[in-house]
């Protein structure tokens, strides 16, 4: 490991400066000198198992491995001469006595680079004959998404490194031993063993004995067309992605190496989920609804259309009867203007996405308390902290990149408490497991705040200079908490008082620690609640303002972090700069060249508030662009109904949709992978998005659809020739974005804030003020509230809900995958096995669930994930929807819907009768 100084050393005769402790190998070639190896790579440990980096060290007997040698001042090295190339030769030659020649020109061989390079391509110049048919070599194509075959495997190591050290998973290991062992998954097949299939090990393998199965019939490196870096279209993560065309098609994803957030890292969905965008099903063609069947027309006719209808409700029944949905999908161009087209054309502030459904609460807490609602940290920290707090966030799961600095920092001795009353697959990794009953966080935290008060583990130094209030604000704090006793806190949560105890102490005493969050936190009628609690545990403890410490909610979605710092909210312009602000309006207006008085004042409908208006009457057209309510929305019963109460319903997505069957007209957009933009991640990361491939048939740019639209309204919002233009209007908007261009970001991304263009962005949040109106946080003190719905006697189970790892959007994104759906494609309920008993239902079962909102038919599978009394479903499956179950409620803070907490009774398909709602 370098030690940051600098050594001098000498190769061949050459002086070079590298740093003390850097990898004799990586130094040499990333100084031109090209010492040959297969199993070293510059991600993992050196291994030393390939020995073809043999070279010579003055002063060291007989050869040495250049890849297990660290720099060290006055280290003097022969790289090259006739005795080590001719034992690379001869190193080469034993190695391609035991493979198979093959190449089908589907993957990068880098033993046949070297084949060439040492003039063994032909056999005849072999010394060793080839054994490889005789040994009859391992192979294995049970896995969905890769094959193995032990034939080309060298035994470098490479994949069994990556698989431990880069994602944190310890699949890999060798079966049998000498000539014949080989790589095998868990304790054989791939198929059998826990590999979740994110490909590392594909894109680590340096001989084909590792290739993907997908496209593996079509693709050939000499004939791809090109390689485009992007930005991944799933979650927050942002992991940079090289995107391989070929035949205009996107035909392979590679992890890009070098560069923040991923380094090469990528997930299932990230490595094999972009099939959608070449689906057939793609929408080619704006679709007008006629005599109740959508029917292509022309964009001339839809536009046409489109425009009359949304300006004559607009002109007879005023702006706030119109409203619009963004999307955490599209790209911070295309947001930024649907939200001025809004704002501008339509008159209003009814705007929101599908933030006010995840993480709204989180964003409401954290503006309150400390000023600003997006992660304090960066990624890497999350390896680097002491102490890491998980709640209510399935990481592995939702934010699998995030998940392997969270495994390398617990390898190195970091503390790891998650908390969820769900097991989720983090917990293997985890020092404390809390398991509170579903609605009882606050009750959770407040016990732990109060034993930080007992054990007197407060920062009492930072409370009296970076918290308002001071000593006094703490004592209304310790007043608020005093009743939550160990004990007290056991009767409501069921966690061990000795657990929240080992726990408050361990968050409390780190050196450093921060938190993760996520929506097991936020999607419930406490939501806002939930997280003043946490930041207030946060805040007392001094774990905040300092470098590796503070609070993150891991986005669900690609731009959701995007779409708010642009201002797709009812509240907010660009810049979280509240839209009742008069001197900002004032400014708004003049960057788009309108009156003050043009752009409304009060603030507008957030996402479940637009439905119930729409149910109402109050709202009559709707503007939905890149979002899927009949997915996404509680009650969806309720959502359906408010949908077939509209005036007129316009839906802009790249699929015909759940929602799609209820718009009077569809238009077709772009996918990430057909436009040029950007994204920002989960730590406010602007990364740029790039245009691969064309999109199919007529389908446009979403923000290209926005400036024509607004033309036929009579209100343009701007002529712009480039998404690039779009974003140096956005980085004049909001200021925290002001010193951001695409110059700057068009290798690496830079984290907002970032206010001037030799500004170089900012790593950690808070490191001196907070961005309230005095600089200091704000102390919230809550109480438990028993959750409004509760199990009964006629529905005696709490269900919650959540994502998998191995899908996302039903109709949009991961289920037009094949290699996805191979993993999962149906629904189920996890019940746990004494309930499952006690209601005589069997594993594997077709059971219904129903309550007073409606109902869905599923898969029963009993597990101990969950606890008695308590369901989950994953809310992919439009066949078996979630939604039908949860309620409209919604925190009177932040406007959220309670996902995680629905009353429901379950019975098996075959005794049901029909039941009334």
């Known amino acids: ?73 006055g280290l003097r090295v022969t790289a090259f001469d006739d005795e080590l190339e001719e034992a690379r030769r001869h190193t080469l030659d034993y190695l391609l006595a035991e493979h198979d020649d093959d190449y089908d020109g589907t993957w990068r061989d880098e033993l046949r680079e070297l084949t060439d390079r040492y003039g063994l391509t032909d056999p005849a110049a072999r010394r060793y004959p080839n054994i490889c048919r005789e040994i009859g070599y391992h192979a294995d194509e049970s896995s969905p998404v890769l094959t193995y075959d032990a034939a080309k495997c060298i035994k470098c190591f490479r994949c069994i490194k990556a698989c431990e050290e880069i994602q944190g998973k310890s699949v890999l290991s060798f079966s049998e031993r000498g000539i014949a062992s080989h790589i095998i998954a868990g304790f054989d097949r791939w198929e059998e063993s826990e590999c979740d299939g994110c490909g590392e090990c594909v894109q680590l393998c340096p001989t084909g004995a590792l290739v993907e199965k997908p496209h593996r019939a079509t693709i050939r490196l000499d004939r791809l067309e090109r390689k485009v870096i992007s930005t991944c279209p799933y979650c927050g993560v942002g992991c940079q992605i090289e995107l391989n065309v070929q035949e205009g098609r996107i035909v392979r994803v590679n992890g890009v190496e070098d560069f923040s957030p991923n380094y090469g890292r990528l997930c299932v969905k990230g490595r094999f989920g972009c099939d959608f965008v070449a689906h057939p099903a793609r929408l080619t063609t ?26 004559a409700i607009r002109d007879g029944h005023g702006p706030d009867a119109l409203a619009g949905y963004a999307s955490a999908k599209c790209t911070n161009e295309d947001n930024y203007l649907f939200q001025k087209f809004v704002r501008r054309v339509f008159g209003t502030n009814n705007l929101d996405y599908c933030t006010r459904l995840c993480h709204a609460s989180t964003v409401t807490a954290m503006l ?32 699998p990149v995030t998940a392997t600095y969270v495994k390398a920092g617990v390898r190195t001795g970091m503390k790891l408490i998650v908390c969820d009353p769900k097991w989720t697959p983090l917990v293997k990794h985890a020092h404390i497991w809390l398991q509170p009953r579903l609605g009882t966080d606050v009750a ?59 726990a408050a102490r361990t968050y409390a005493r780190a050196p450093t620690a921060m938190i993760a969050t996520g929506m097991g936190m936020s999607q419930q009628v406490t939501g806002t609640n939930n997280v003043f609690a946490l930041i207030n545990m946060m805040l007392i403890t001094g774990q905040i303002g300092r470098e590796r410490c503070g609070i993150d909610p891991p986005r669900g979605q690609n731009n959701v972090q995007g779409a708010t ?49 729409a149910h109402e009457g109050r709202v009559r057209g709707l503007y939905i662009m890149g979002e899927n309510p009949m997915v996404t929305d509680p009650d969806l019963n309720h959502t359906r109904e408010s949908l077939e109460r509209l005036d007129f319903l316009v839906v802009q997505d790249i699929f015909e949709t759940e929602t799609t069957r209820y718009a009077h007209v569809v238009l077709p957009a772009a996918s990430f992978a057909e436009k040029e933009g950007t994204f920002v991640n989960s730590d406010r990361r602007v990364l740029r998005v790039r245009k691969a491939v064309e999109s199919p048939g007529e389908a446009r740019e979403d923000w290209r659809i926005l400036v024509e639209l607004a033309e036929r309204m009579g209100a343009p919002i701007g002529q712009y020739e480039s998404a690039r233009e779009i974003f140096e209007e956005i980085a004049r908007a909001a200021p925290m974005l002001g010193g951001i261009s695409y110059g700057r970001i068009e290798t690496e991304g830079i984290q907002w804030p970032c206010p001037a263009a030799d500004h170089p962005g900012t790593a950690t949040l808070f490191l001196e003020r907070f961005n309230t109106p005095d600089g200091r946080a704000i102390l919230n003190p809550v109480d438990h509230v028993e959750p409004g719905e509760r199990s009964s006697e006629r ?53 219904r669930l129903y309550n007073g909102r409606g109902e869905l038919t599923t898969t029963l599978r009993a597990s101990k994930e969950v606890a008695p009394g308590e369901l989950f479903m994953p809310w ?27 009353a429901c009774a379950v019975e098996r398909v075959s005794t049901h009768t029909v039941r009334g709602q």
């Open 565 to 613: 710092d642009v201002g797709c909210s009812p509240r907010l312009f660009p810049g979280y700069i509240p839209v009742t602000d008069e001197a900002n309006r004032t400014r708004m207006a003049a960057l788009w060249g309108v009156s003050g008085e043009v752009l409304p004042a009060d603030p507008g409908l957030s996402t479940v508030e637009i439905m119930h208006a």
């Open 1 to 73: 490991m370098s030690t940051g100084k600098r050594s001098t050393v000498h190769i061949d005769g050459r002086e070079i400066s590298a740093l003390e402790g850097s990898n004799l190998l990586q130094v040499a070639r990333e100084n031109g000198i090209d010492i040959p190896g297969l199993c070293y790579h510059k991600r993992l440990s050196p291994t030393g198992a390939c020995r073809l980096c043999v070279t010579r060290i003055e002063g060291r007997p007989g050869l040495v491995m250049a890849c297990t040698v660290a720099v060290r001042e």
């Open 444 to 502: 959770l935290l407040n016990g732990m705040i109060r034993q930080i008060f007992e054990e007197d583990l407060v920062d009492r130094q930072f409370v009296d200079e970076r918290i308002q209030g001071g000593q006094d604000a703490l004592r209304e704090l310790r007043l608020q908490v005093e009743a939550y006793t160990p004990e007290v806190v056991e009767t409501i949560t069921t966690v061990p008082a000795d657990l929240l105890v080992e």
């Open 876 to 902: 992919h499956f439009s066949e078996s929807p979630v939604n039908n179950l949860t309620r409209g409620e919604l925190d009177p803070l932040s406007r959220i819907a309670p996902f995680k907490l629905s």
């Open 368 to 399: 309150r308390s400390i000023g600003d609602g997006a992660g304090t940290n960066s990624i890497e920290d999350f390896a680097r902290t002491d102490c890491l707090f998980v709640t209510g966030n399935n990481m592995i799961e939702t934010h």
């Open 795 to 847: 529905f005696p189970f709490i269900l919650n809900s959540g994502r998998l790892l191995y899908q996302y959007h039903s109709a949009t994104m991961s289920r037009r995958n094949n290699s996805l759906n191979s993993f999962v494609n149906e629904s189920y309920v996890l019940m746990n096995p004494l309930d499952a008993r006690r209601q005589e239902l069997s594993d594997g079962e077709r059971v």
């Open 286 to 311: 704006p679709l007008v609804r006629r005599q109740g069947e959508l029917v292509p027309v022309s964009w001339d006719e839809a536009l046409t259309l489109i425009a009359e209808r949304f300006g």
